[in-house]
C-alpha cells in the first residue's frame, strides 16, 4: 500500500522560507516520478514541480526560481524548498505520486504567507 506522509508547513511572512518534506513507502522510489501540488481556497489543484526517476525537475512558471523539488533515494524522501515565498502561494500543499495508473497523494499541509 502506497503511503505519502508529508511534515513541514506552517506560517510565514512574505519573503521568508518553508521546506516541505514527504516520505513514501510502498512504491520502489528510486523508479517513480514524485510530484508537489498545491490548492488554494476556491481553486483547483495545481502542479507546483516535479521531479523524476533521472531527478529531471519541473516546475510551475508562477515557483520557478523561488522554488526547488530533490529527492532522497536512499531515505525515499522528496522535499520541496520554498524561498522568497508570497502571499499568493498561500495553499494546501500536496506530495503525490503514481503507481499502475493510480495517483496517491499525501495528506497535505497548510502554508500560508501572511504578515
Known amino acids: 500500500q502506497v503511503h505519502l506522509v508529508q511534515s513541514g508547513g506552517g506560517l510565514v511572512q512574505p519573503g521568508g522560507s518553508l521546506r516541505l518534506s514527504c516520505a513514501a513507502s510502498?512504491?520502489?522510489?528510486?523508479?517513480?516520478?514524485m510530484g508537489w501540488y498545491r490548492q488554494a481556497p476556491g481553486k483547483q489543484r495545481e502542479l507546483v514541480a516535479n521531479i523524476t526517476s533521472s531527478s529531471n525537475t519541473n516546475y510551475a512558471d508562477s515557483v520557478r526560481g523561488r522554488f526547488t523539488i530533490s529527492r532522497d533515494n536512499v531515505w525515499n524522501r522528496v522535499y520541496l524548498q520554498m524561498n522568497s515565498l508570497k502571499p499568493e502561494d498561500t495553499a494546501v500543499y500536496y506530495c503525490?505520486?503514481?503507481?499502475?495508473?493510480?495517483?496517491?497523494w499525501g495528506q497535505g499541509t497548510q502554508v500560508t504567507v501572511s504578515g
Open positions: 503525490s505520486t503514481t503507481r499502475q495508473s493510480l495517483q496517491f
Open positions: 510502498g512504491i520502489n522510489f528510486r523508479l517513480h516520478t
